[in-house]
C-alpha cells in the first residue's frame, strides 16, 4: 500500500530553503542533499528537488517528528509519574496534582493509555494499566458531570480495552456505563449535566447540545462490546430527543431545559457547547452504520453551512446567530471551533474544510499560539488564555490523512515548535494564561496526553500506526472499532 506522503511525492519538484533554520536534522538532511547532482537554483534563491530528492527529505522529516512529539510524550508522562502518580493531573508549575472531585479517578493514566500504546511504549502503558487495574474504583459518593467522565474515562477504557484486550478495563467501562444511566432519567430523555456515582441521585437541569448529544459514541461501543443494548438506546434516544426540538431553520441553541424541553439560550454556533454535538452525529453515523445519524447530520451541517458560516474580510469563520431566524449575533471564533474543518473533511467537504484551517492557522499565527477567543471581524483576543488544546491539531490530520497535502506537515511542524517553545516546563507542559505575554499557569489537563500529542504524533506517523478505514476518534480522541 502507497504511504500517505508517497502520494504528495508525485509532485514532480518542490522548493526547499536553502538556509538553515534552526533545526539540525533538517539542516543535516539538507546539507547531505546539496550535494547531490542535478539540483537547480530558482530564481527566488530556492533549490528545486527533484521528485526522489523530495520524498527522501520528507519521510526522514516525517520519522524524526513522529520521533520528537513522542520524546515529549514522554517528558509530559514521566512529570506526571513523578509529581502526581495516582492522581487526576499534573501541576506543572508548582510541581503538585489536581484531583477533580477530591478523589481520584486516575484522568491522566486512563485518558494517555492508547496513546502509548500509540505510540509503542509498552513500559509506560503496563504502568498506566497497573494504576488503573490496582487503584480506579469508581464506587464513589460523589457528583461528576456525565459529558466530561463519558469522553476522558468511559471512552478511554472502552478504546485501551480494544488495543490491549485487558478484562479489567471493560469490567471498569461496564460499572462506569451502569453509573452513569441515570443521568438520563429525565422527562424528556435527556441527561441531566452531573450525576452521584454511588447514588445515581442527578442535578443540573439545564444542559447544553454538546453534553447532551456527546454520549454516543461510547454508550453505543459499550452495548457493542457486551451485547447489552440499552447503553446505545439511552444515548440515541437522548439525541433524537435534542434533534427534535431543533428549530424550523434546523438549528440547536445554546442551552435546554432537560425537563421540560425548553430552550434556554436560542445563540447557535459550533464552538464549545454545542460543538461535538454536531461532531457525534456526523461520527455515529461512521462508527455504527446509523443512518438515523446520516440523516440528523446532513440535515444539520446544511443549516450551519447556510446561516452560521460567515465569508468575512478576515477570513472563512463560523460565528453566532439566533437559532430561529439565523440572524447575525457576533463573530466569535475560539480555538474548540477549531475542529469543524476536521468534521468537514471527514464528511467530504474538502473545500470549506481547506478554508477554514487556513482561518485557524492565521490566528494561531496572530501571537504564536491561539488564543481561545478571538473576534475574527477585528483579529482582536477575546479570551487570551490557551489551556494546551488540540483542536486544530486534530483537523491539520483529519485534512493530511484525507488529502496527502505537505502543508498540513508544515502546519503540524508550527504548532508542535510553538509547545515546545511556549508551553514546556522542567516536569511537563503548562497552559498559557495569556498567549500575548506566554504566561504559564499551573495546569497539564489529561487531554494534552490523549489528544494534543496523540494528533500532533499521528500526523506524522506511519499511516499503519492507526488506519482511519476502521475506527472513529470520540472527541477525546479515543479510538473506537468500527461495527464489522
Avoid at 494517555?112 to 509498552?122: E, F, I, K, R, Y
Avoid at 449535566?193 to 454520549?215: C, D, H
Avoid at 439525541?239 to 442551552?255: C, E, H
Wanted: proline content about 5%; glycine content about 8%; aromatic content about 12%.
Amino acid at each position: 500500500m502507497r504511504s500517505l506522503f508517497a502520494s504528495a511525492c508525485l509532485l514532480v519538484a518542490l522548493t526547499i530553503p536553502v538556509h538553515g533554520n534552526g533545526n539540525p536534522a533538517r539542516e543535516k538532511a539538507s546539507s547531505a542533499e546539496s550535494s547531490n547532482a542535478g539540483q537547480t537554483e530558482a530564481p527566488n534563491g530556492r533549490r528545486l528537488y527533484s521528485h526522489f530528492e523530495f520524498c527522501r527529505h520528507a519521510a526522514a522529516e516525517k520519522t524524526t517528528m513522529a520521533s520528537a512529539v513522542r520524546r515529549q510524550f514522554l517528558h509530559a508522562w514521566n512529570g506526571y509519574m513523578r509529581y502526581a502518580k495516582g492522581h487526576d493531573e499534573l501541576r506543572p508549575l508548582s510541581k503538585g496534582y489536581k484531583d477533580w472531585y477530591g478523589v481520584s479517578l486516575e484522568m491522566t493514566p486512563v485518558d494517555a493509555l492508547d496513546t502509548m500504546v500509540l505510540m509503542g511504549l509498552h513500559q509506560q502503558a503496563d504502568a498506566a494499566r497497573e494504576l488503573i487495574d490496582n487503584h480506579l474504583s469508581f464506587d464513589r459518593d460523589i457528583y461528576v458531570e456525565n459529558f466530561e467522565i463519558n469522553i476522558r474515562l468511559l471512552g478511554g477504557l472502552e478504546s485501551s480495552y480494544e488495543l490491549t484486550g485487558d478484562k479489567r478495563l471493560l469490567a471498569l467501562a461496564r460499572d462506569l456505563g451502569n453509573r452513569l444511566l441515570p443521568a438520563f432519567h429525565s422527562p424528556t430523555g435527556m441527561p441531566y449535566r452531573f450525576v452521584n456515582l454511588e447514588t445515581g441521585a442527578v442535578r443540573g437541569k439545564v444542559s447544553n447540545p454538546a453534553e447532551i448529544g456527546s454520549e454516543m459514541l461510547e454508550f453505543g461501543t459499550l452495548s457493542k462490546l457486551t451485547g447489552n443494548p440499552i447503553y446505545y438506546d439511552t444515548a440515541k434516544r437522548a439525541v433524537v430527543a435534542l434533534y427534535s426540538r431543533r428549530s424550523s431553520i434546523g438549528l440547536v441553541g445554546a442551552g435546554i431545559n432537560v425537563e421540560t424541553g425548553q430552550w434556554t439560550n436560542p445563540e447557535s454556533f459550533i464552538g464549545g457547547g454545542i460543538d461535538s454535538y454536531y461532531e457525534y452525529l456526523l461520527k455515529a453515523w461512521l462508527l455504527f452504520g446509523d443512518k438515523d445519524f446520516e440523516r440528523m447530520w446532513k440535515t444539520s451541517v446544511a443549516a450551519v453551512n447556510k446561516y452560521v458560516a460567515d465569508d468575512a474580510p478576515t477570513g472563512f469563520w463560523y460565528g453566532q446567530v439566533n437559532m430561529n431566524t439565523g440572524a447575525r449575533m457576533g463573530t466569535r471564533f475560539g480555538a474548540l471551533s477549531a475542529f469543524w474543518p476536521g468534521e468537514l473533511a471527514l464528511s467530504g467537504d474538502l473545500t470549506r474544510a481547506r478554508r477554514l484551517e487556513d482561518s485557524c492557522y492565521k490566528m494561531w499565527n496572530l501571537y504564536g499560539v491561539e488564543p481561545d477567543g478571538l473576534n475574527y471581524s477585528n483579529l482582536q483576543v477575546t479570551d487570551p488564555n490557551y489551556p494546551l488544546r488540540p483542536e486544530i491539531i486534530e483537523s491539520a490530520f483529519y485534512l493530511y490523512r484525507l488529502t496527502n497535502d505537505p502543508r498540513y506537515l508544515r502546519m503540524g511542524r508550527t504548532f508542535y515548535d510553538s509547545l515546545v517553545k511556549y508551553c514546556r516546563t522542567g516536569d511537563g507542559f503548562a497552559s498559557l494564561e495569556d498567549v500575548r505575554t506566554k504566561k504559564k499557569a499551573d495546569d497539564m489537563p489529561s487531554y494534552f496526553l490523549a489528544e494534543t500529542l496523540k494528533y500532533s504524533y499521528l500526523l506524522f506517523a506511519p499511516r499503519r500506526t492507526l488506519d482511519l478505514n476502521r475506527v472513529v476518534f470520540n472527541t477525546e480522541a479515543h479510538p473506537l472499532r468500527k461495527m464489522p
